[in-house]
Each structure stands twice: as structure tokens, then as C-alpha cells.
């Protein structure tokens, strides 16, 4: 029987990305292959945060938690991709569209999900890392990106920025995603401005900057976290 860590199944309002504003049953899994500094649900990185449920028991939640005006379930985490083969049996038994948030590492894993309807994939930073970066991080998120795009899923990227991230650092990422992506298909970034806003009080003109560099090479919206100015989770 398919089990998998889960942190909390809950319904609330989207705050983050292209379908931000959306209502949405989030599926938070617990456990992540990365370890990046400024992650916000530090308490789903660890496999050992959640308790282990079954497709049944997911399924079920969320057929209680359904709403009228429900968007999607948003499989989240941790990196839900550790679970491919569960999420895939619970989209199997839902009627409702799928959105999976994910940092995108995993192509092999991504590759085992058919029928998602939208994704929103983390491009990282080096920055974002104290010291474990690596090219690897980049490929695997490219490899990622074009496996949705020959499948025809919706996908746009997310970039989190911090008030110090390097500019010709993130042209360079940009131009390597340009070059590398399907060229037939439009790509989104969601520029995200990592949270307290506070942060960003003397530093807003690096935003305008930021979106400038990515818009010379894609379709680019700077879009802050929703849910913590609304104080919902
Ligand atoms: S990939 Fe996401 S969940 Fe994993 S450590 Fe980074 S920010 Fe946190």
C-alpha cells in the first residue's frame, strides 16, 4: 500500500505565483533534497516531519475539504517529487484539477506524472545555498522544465530573490534557461521577492532592475507572497 510523510492538508487561498488568488487544498508533504537558506517551510524539510498517510486517506481529506469555488490541490512541501508514485494514484482518484510545486531536481521523477494540469518550478540561485550549489541544481531543472513542455503541462518558472542576489548572475541563468528551453513554447519567471517585504525597503529599485534583465530574454511578472500580507497560510 503507497504511503507517504504528510505535513498538513488544509484549504486556503493560493498566495504565491501565476495562479495566486486562487482557492486551492494544499497537500503539504514532508521531506526536500535541497537545503536552501531562505526556505519558508522549514518544517517540512525533514521526512521525519510528517506522519505517514495513505492515497485513501489523502483523497478523502480532500473530497471533505472541496469548496465551490476550488481552483486545484496543490501538491506542496518539502519537494513533493519525492513521492511521485503517490501524488500520480491520488490525481488518479480526484476530480479536480493538480498543481504541483516543486524545486524541480528530480526530471526522472517529474517524468512519472501524466496527467498534471499546471506546475510552478523553482529556479534556484547560488545565493540561495550556503555552500552545497551545484551546475547539476540548473540542468536537472532545464531537463524538468522541457519534460512538462513536450507533455504540454502549464508550467512557469519561480525565481526568489533576496535583496543582495547577483545580477550578471542571474542574466547568465536567464540566457542558459532561454537557450535550453523548447523553442516553440513560451516560458514564464515569476520574479519572487523573498519574504518579510520589509527586507526590501531600501533595495526596490533592484526589483525594476531584475525584472528588466529577465524581460530582455522572457515573459517576466514580479509577484510578492500573497498569503503573508492576507496573514493566512
Ligand atoms: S526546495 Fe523548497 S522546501 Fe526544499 S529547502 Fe528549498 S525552499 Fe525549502
Known sequence: MLEAPIVEIFSSIQGEGLLVGRRQIFVRFAGCNLDCNYCD???SKSSESGTLKTVDYV???I???KTDDLHSVSFTGGEPLLYADFINEVISQIEIPSFLETNGTLPDEINKL???DYVSLDIKLEEHFN???SKKILLNEIKSVNILMDKSIKVYCKLVVLPDSNLSRIENLVKTLKNDINKNQDLS???QPVSPIELWKDDKKILFEISEIIGKYMDVLTIPQLHKFMNIE
Open 41 to 43: 517551510t522549514a518544517i
Open 59 to 61: 483523497v478523502c481529506k
Open 63 to 65: 473530497n471533505e475539504l
Open 114 to 116: 501524466d496527467n498534471l
Open 131 to 133: 555552500n552545497n550549489y
Open 189 to 191: 519567471v515569476v520574479i
